[in-house]
């Protein structure tokens, strides 16, 4: 069974300050994909790595791939209130038309 | 890109009865997923609904529970039948179409 284990269940820290998110797995994955979800709605992607060693900058999100493709990593510099949310890491499965989504990340940006 | 349109988006009901939750795309997809979530933890799928054949159920969810229609390539519908409290929990349709696309979630709350 693939299962994806992410670290911290729960992180709450001040505005601007830095925080990295893990994804782990004992399985290898073609890609990994990263969602952030808010209260009453569905998680969004927000970025997809599909190549070990990737990495990929989105504003002040910072996403790396593991070299051999099991775990992954989330780095948010100068964490803003915005930030808050669910944060979950999701691969494809041994069947690849759906999604192993990772155990979360809870973030809490305090102003 | 997808646009998911779920109702109701929360409703509380008695134990004992049913509850049917309506999930409309805007696009024709081949494969909708129906996933539960409790509040600020992670998702966990409960079933692959195929147009035109019955829907594939993961390990601990039964069709008795979880009856699951999908009439045409745009709709689909999950009901919870003869719920308990424990089935209290967020529950979320979506669809892949290369990133995987939700609905709003229903919050049901089960007294």
């Known amino acids: 069974t693939q299962l994806l284990e992410q670290s911290p269940q729960f992180l709450s820290i001040q505005e601007g300050e830095n925080l990295t998110v893990y994804c782990n797995s004992s399985?290898?994955?073609?890609?990994l994909q990263w969602y952030r979800q808010e209260p009453g709605e569905g998680p969004v992607l927000l970025v997809t790595?599909?190549?070990?060693?990737e990495v990929k900058k989105l504003k002040r999100l910072t996403f790396q791939f593991g070299d051999a493709r099991k775990d992954s990593s989330l780095h948010i510099t100068a964490a803003q209130p915005g930030d808050t949310g669910l944060y979950l890491c999701?691969?494809?499965?041994?069947?690849?038309?759906?999604?192993?989504f990772g155990s979360g990340t809870r973030l809490l940006v305090r102003p | 890109s997808a646009v998911i349109s779920q109702k109701p988006s929360r409703d509380i009901c008695q134990r004992g009865t049913s509850l049917t939750i309506q999930c409309q795309v805007d696009?024709?997809?081949?494969?909708m997923f129906w996933y539960r979530q409790q509040p600020g933890q992670s998702l966990t799928l409960i079933a692959t609904?195929?147009?035109?054949?019955?829907?594939?159920?993961e390990s601990g969810f039964v069709i008795d529970k979880f009856p699951i229609s999908r009439p045409n390539l745009t709709f689909s519908t999950l009901t919870v039948s003869n719920m308990s409290p424990e089935d209290s929990s967020i529950y979320l349709c979506?669809?892949?179409?290369?990133?995987?696309?939700f609905g709003q979630g229903t919050r049901l709350t089960v007294v």
């Open positions: 979506s669809v892949m179409t290369g990133e995987a696309f």
């Open positions: 399985s290898v994955f073609s890609s």
């Open positions: 790595v599909v190549t070990g060693g």
């Open positions: 999701a691969g494809e499965g041994d069947s690849s038309y759906k999604l192993i």
């Open positions: 696009s024709q997809v081949t494969m």
């Open positions: 609904a195929n147009q035109g054949s019955e829907a594939t159920y």
